[in-house]
């Protein structure tokens, strides 16, 4: 990774070869970003992906009072949602949006146009769905450019390799990258981490972690209307097509595992589970309804998690931890606020109660942001990529567990030869789609025991 060479790579191989050290080197002759871009002080920011998580993302990224920061440049491959961002945006921040219509991009090579826009040392917002993850983040190490990009930021075990080299190099070059798992940035959870860490409930024995809701409109994914683009179609619906988001599980059920396996301090080892589809009716996407699986880590400590989204249920959105000497809330009703509690029991009732993280919260889709801009003007290590992918890969690893009905291992799930898109670098408008419909419009969905390496 060290070694130097005075050769120059197109992007096309860059991408080809992103694991390899000839590709390091390339990347190595791009001149390293200062403190911040620009002698005005102002940090640029570009964002690639304007649905409602980098619209959030883009806001987060204005809000912040470091320093002056301005929004230049947009991308998308959906002109309406670029629109509908813009606007949103500028009626919010309308001093700090100066996108005019030469820097609002459309297609799927808008982001390197985005990314152009900026000077090194300013930054890209990558909210694109996760398969393109890779992709946008290699241009963005080869611009020079700081990233804040959005989770999960891989869904297999070939894209978590490439992203694991990738954030090599992005350290390497000292650029700042933060990663959208905001419950690490979470003040609350915080302190809780370190009283579970001072032993304040022992050694913890097992964590429980649910998410189960109603349907998730954007996961329930109907049939592609007569004369939609198939390729447009399932990008715009990609929390239903495993290639582009990791479905459902991945997408929404990261922030639990994230959070319990920080409080353990660990990443579990396998996981098996178990899962189906029951009320889809007419819908055609690729996920099951309910999730239930067993995490294992090292020394034997067990993490279940719960997934469901089927109407008419009881509804739980938390995760706790149980010690040998009381248990504790890491997080309830949604993820933030946390309301982070700590009981002298395994009964968490009020009279058990020994801690609570007082009220209100900061957020910690703002705190993220607050600390990624103050690394950047500052200078101080924040590169979260890593720990980003070992978040995606054991969210994938209880993914893979569920879809074939097979126990999967932490290095089973890197080492997998299965990728969803392995082209994705080369999608064009008119081309085919990673995943194909049936004559009846349906796509295939996991098969349990009949299918046991692969995902579709």
Not at 376 to 396: C, M, W
Request: a neutral charge.
């Amino acid at each position: 990774m060290h070694e130097q060479s005075s050769s120059n790579l197109s992007r096309r191989t860059l991408l080809q070869n992103t694991g390899r050290t000839a590709a390091a080197a390339a990347l190595a002759q791009v001149a390293a970003p200062g403190v911040f871009a620009g002698e005005d002080n102002t940090i640029r920011v570009a964002l690639v992906g304007c649905g409602g998580r980098g619209t959030g993302a883009a806001a987060n990224a204005l809000a912040t009072q470091q320093g002056p920061v301005k929004l230049v440049a947009m991308a998308d491959v959906f002109t309406d949602k670029l629109d509908r961002s813009h606007t949103n945006l500028k009626r919010q921040f309308e001093p700090q949006v100066d996108v005019p219509e030469d820097r609002k991009f459309i297609g799927f090579d808008g982001y390197q146009k985005a990314m152009d826009a900026l000077r090194p040392g300013d930054v890209v917002i990558l909210a694109t769905p996760p398969a393109f993850r890779w992709v946008h983040f290699t241009y963005a190490i080869e611009k020079g450019l700081n990233v804040f990009m959005e989770k999960p930021v891989t869904v297999d075990g070939p894209t978590s390799r490439k992203m694991l080299e990738l954030g090599e190099e992005s350290v390497n070059r000292n650029l700042k990258v933060g990663v959208g798992l905001m419950c690490r940035h979470c003040v609350a959870r915080k302190e809780l981490y370190e009283r579970i860490r001072n032993g304040e409930i022992g050694e913890i024995q097992m964590l429980r972690a649910y998410r189960m809701a109603g349907p998730t409109a954007t996961a329930f994914v109907p049939p592609r209307p007569e004369g939609d683009n198939e390729l447009m179609y399932q990008i715009r619906n990609f929390h239903g097509f495993l290639w582009a988001s990791g479905g459902a599980y991945s997408d929404f059920l990261i922030h639990n595992i994230d959070e319990s396996c920080w409080m353990k301090d660990a990443w579990p080892v396998e996981a098996k589970a178990s899962g189906g589809r029951h009320y889809r009716g007419d819908f055609v996407d690729q996920n099951f309804d309910t999730y239930s699986v067993e995490y294992t880590f090292a020394d034997g400590t067990k993490l279940y998690l719960e997934g469901r989204t089927m109407p008419g249920c009881y509804k739980e959105f938390a995760s706790y931890a149980h010690g040998t000497k009381g248990s504790a809330i890491i997080s309830t009703s949604s993820h933030a606020p946390a309301k982070c509690r700590i009981f002298s029991g395994q009964n968490m009732s009020s009279e058990n109660m020994t801690w609570a993280y007082p009220q209100p919260e900061p957020s910690p889709y703002q705190l993220e942001w607050d600390n990624l801009m103050a690394a950047i003007r500052n200078d101080t290590p924040h590169n979260e990529v890593k720990r980003g992918v070992e978040a995606s890969l054991v969210t994938s690893m209880g993914r893979l567990a569920a879809h074939t009905g097979q126990l999967v291992t932490y290095d089973q799930m890197l080492n997998h030869d299965h990728e969803f898109a392995p082209e994705v670098d080369q999608l064009v408008i008119d081309g085919p789609a990673p995943v194909q419909a049936n004559a009846k419009g349906h796509y295939p969905v996991p098969l349990p025991g009949i299918v046991k390496r692969r995902e579709y």
